[in-house]
């Protein structure tokens, strides 16, 4: 099987979150402090730990053959490059911020204004969209600090929780885009490539679905089955199973993780009794 290429972010919170995700899919690393490159030793896998700016060039040239990448970036630098799975993980937004004394009351306030951003095609495209023009000015790094010297009158960024605007004085005032760590595909890639690809697509999805869901145990009085069956969304149908109390049955089934306490909420009310809840490390479906 072809050895797959995929590029990583070096250094950060996407870099700890993507090694976790291959540990979690059984894939170990051979990586040594400091190295570029490195390979898995018990998975035809090389990974290449890159700048996060440069992944989307190496993906267009072919050099890597996949990325673990935000999908900010990808907007920004690689429209062209296709995205296979979404990843749930490292989720930010890409937003406009002015300074809390600016009195802001729509996006028509930002017309001749300055704005610092290290996403100029991302924030370029919106205000074209909304019909504003502003003066642009690309940092790389410390673009939250722009307005406090004088340098903008707002910024256009990255945003996750919002502590570092309310550092620097500033508040979120509209959002461009959401964004996710995704799987992101070379245009060149191998068929050769691909199959590998595939295989780890399949141990991905497998980690994910089981971050998604729980696995719940409850006890219920007969007469209450089809009810509880009703709330029940299960995989095909959940396992029912009689106890040793007479008239009493448990039933085991998968509940997704975002829904999750509704519909506890729903079995209690519909009679069931001794939930149990417990993570799944894998769901294959």
């Known amino acids: 099987m072809r050895k797959l290429k995929i590029a990583v972010q070096k250094s950060g919170r996407l870099h700890d979150e993507s090694l976790a995700l291959l540990k979690d899919c059984g894939i170990y690393i051979d990586n040594g402090r400091d190295q570029l490159k490195a390979s ?25 053959d996949c990325a673990i990448i935000g999908e900010n970036l990808l907007i920004e630098k690689g429209e062209e490059i296709g995205i296979i799975d979404r990843l749930g993980f490292s989720k930010c937004r890409v937003s406009l911020a002015v300074p809390k004394t600016f009195k802001y009351n729509s996006i028509e ?66 959002v461009i885009l959401k964004s996710e760590a995704v799987l992101a595909v070379s245009p060149t890639i191998s068929e050769d490539a691909n199959k590998t690809l595939d295989k780890i697509r399949f141990r991905i999805q497998s980690v994910l679905q089981g971050r998604d869901s ?72």
């Open 214 to 285: 729980r696995y719940v145990l409850l006890n219920v009085p007969n007469d209450k089955i089809d009810e509880i069956i009703k709330i029940l969304p299960g995989m095909k149908s959940p396992t029912l199973l009689p106890l040793a109390e007479e008239g009493w049955s448990s039933i085991h089934s998968v509940v997704n993780r975002d829904t999750f306490w509704e519909v506890i909420e729903e079995l209690k009310q519909a009679g069931a009794e001794g939930i149990l809840v417990c993570p799944i490390e894998k769901m294959i479906l």
């Open 109 to 174: 306030d930002f017309h001749g204004k300055r704005i610092a951003t290290s996403y100029p095609e991302t924030t370029r495209k919106y205000l074209e969209e909304k019909g504003i023009e502003a003066e642009l000015h690309i940092i790389n790094g410390s673009v939250e600090i722009a307005p406090n010297i004088g340098l903008a009158d707002a910024i256009c960024d990255i945003v996750s929780s919002g502590s570092t605007l309310f550092k620097n004085n500033l508040k979120e005032v509209e």
């Open 40 to 64: 898995a030793t018990n998975f035809p896998l090389e990974i290449y730990y890159l700048r996060n700016g440069d992944i989307p060039q190496y993906l267009k040239d072919g050099v890597v």
